[in-house]
């Protein structure tokens, strides 16, 4: 069993910048594939970026490809999202995945694990 504790959620201006962690428990952290997702009030869970297991292939969603980075540290069983130049519509509450079998993907159904989640609020 794998738990994951997200934190750096918070209030933001349009342009700012934030960084999500991703805190893990369990020893074969350094074997998952690591999502983050986002939930904006009244929408379908939609993908964020994703990481591999060495770090060494990430994916990201059109909407933030350039302006958003996923990393991993598996020495210290975190993930982060580093998030500059925020806009309003990236306002939702963000929720890390893990994947047993390594996976990268893009459906939220393929992650078996996730986190409480963490607010995100840019205002403008």
């Known amino acids: 069993q794998v738990q994951l504790v997200e934190s750096g959620g918070g209030l933001v201006q349009a342009g700012g910048s934030l960084r999500l962690s991703c805190a893990a428990s369990g020893r074969t952290f350094s074997s998952y594939g690591m999502g983050w997702f986002r939930q904006a009030p009244g929408k379908e869970r939609a993908f964020v970026a994703t990481i591999s297991w060495s770090g060494g292939r990430t994916y990201y969603a059109d909407s933030v490809k350039g302006r958003f980075t996923i990393s991993r540290v598996n020495a210290k069983n975190t993930v982060y999202l580093q998030m500059n130049s925020l806009k309003p519509e990236d306002t939702a509450v963000y929720y890390c995945?893990?994947?047993?079998?390594?996976?990268?993907?893009?459906?939220?159904?393929?992650?078996?694990?996730w986190g409480q989640g963490t607010q995100v609020t840019v205002s403008s």
């Open positions: 995945a893990a994947a047993r079998d390594g996976s990268t993907g893009f459906d939220p159904r393929e992650y078996d694990y």
